[in-house]
């Protein structure tokens, strides 16, 4: 969690997107290949600071981080504001197209 807290203070006033995954998870590697590559959500997410977490070993840390997040599963995506704080509204808990998803990040946006 502190790793998570000192990523969120580098990103200096801007938002951030976080991704949490699990190479088991199959939407996971769904997000990855049909979603996240599109030239859509490339641009959409231009100006964002990407950070990715692997909970593959769910490890206590992983275990902890999950729980303090209130993650239920995977993929989860969790979208916090220029101030670092979480925006709970806009959090995405399994797969959603490049469509959808574009769609999702310019309502974060607006």
């Known amino acids: 969690m502190a790793e998570l807290d000192r990523a969120l203070a580098q990103a200096k006033g ?23 590559s599109s030239p ?9 600071v990407l950070l990715q977490v692997d909970v593959t070993k769910n490890s206590p840390q992983d275990v902890a981080l999950l729980k303090h997040l209130q993650v ?27 469509a959808a998803f574009s769609a999702h990040l310019r309502d974060w946006q607006a």
Do not use: S
């Not at 859509?40 to 964002?48: H, P």
């Open 14 to 36: 801007q938002p951030v997107m976080l991704d949490l995954y699990a190479d088991w998870c199959v939407a996971c590697k769904e997000f990855e290949k049909y979603t996240f």
């Open 40 to 48: 859509d959500v490339q641009q959409a997410l231009k100006g964002t």
């Open 72 to 98: 239920l599963g995977l993929p989860t995506i969790l979208f916090f504001n220029a101030e670092g704080q979480e925006q709970p509204e806009r959090r995405v808990t399994g797969f959603m197209d490049a």
